[in-house]
């Protein structure tokens, strides 16, 4: 089974800036396609962006849209998410999730692995 480990959570003030990184294990990393995803407590998981197998193709929510980005580098086995202008309202666990068959989706369902999330907390 492929392993997920996200980083780079933090503690900000609004208008800051902080870069995630989730690590994929295996050798197969450049087939999935790969996303991110938060929680804020009491509240639902949501979509937060999403890229496919070669990064052709990417999709962000509108929350986030002009704010955040998404990238990989299937080299390093490694999808970030750059944010930036960062809101009160983004506080959140942010999860990293990966899908096998290289389709990216803006529901939780079709996505195959997660990993256990890194913290996110901006202060007004």
């Known amino acids: 089974q492929v392993q997920l480990v996200e980083s780079g959570g933090g503690l900000v003030q609004a208008g800051d800036s902080l870069r995630l990184s989730c690590a994929a294990s295996g050798r197969t990393f450049s087939s999935y396609a790969m996303g991110w995803f938060r929680q804020a407590p009491g509240k639902a998981r949501e979509f937060v962006a999403a890229i496919g197998r070669s990064g052709s193709i990417t999709k962000h929510a509108d929350s986030v849209k002009g704010r955040f980005t998404i990238s990989r580098d299937n080299a390093k086995n490694t999808v970030y998410l750059q944010m930036n202008s960062l809101k009160p309202e983004d506080t959140a666990v942010y999860y990293c999730?990966?899908?096998?068959?290289?389709?990216?989706?803006?529901?939780?369902?079709?996505?195959?692995?997660w990993g256990q999330g890194t913290q996110v907390t901006v202060s007004s």
């Open positions: 999730a990966a899908e096998k068959g290289g389709y990216i989706s803006m529901t939780i369902v079709p996505w195959d692995y």
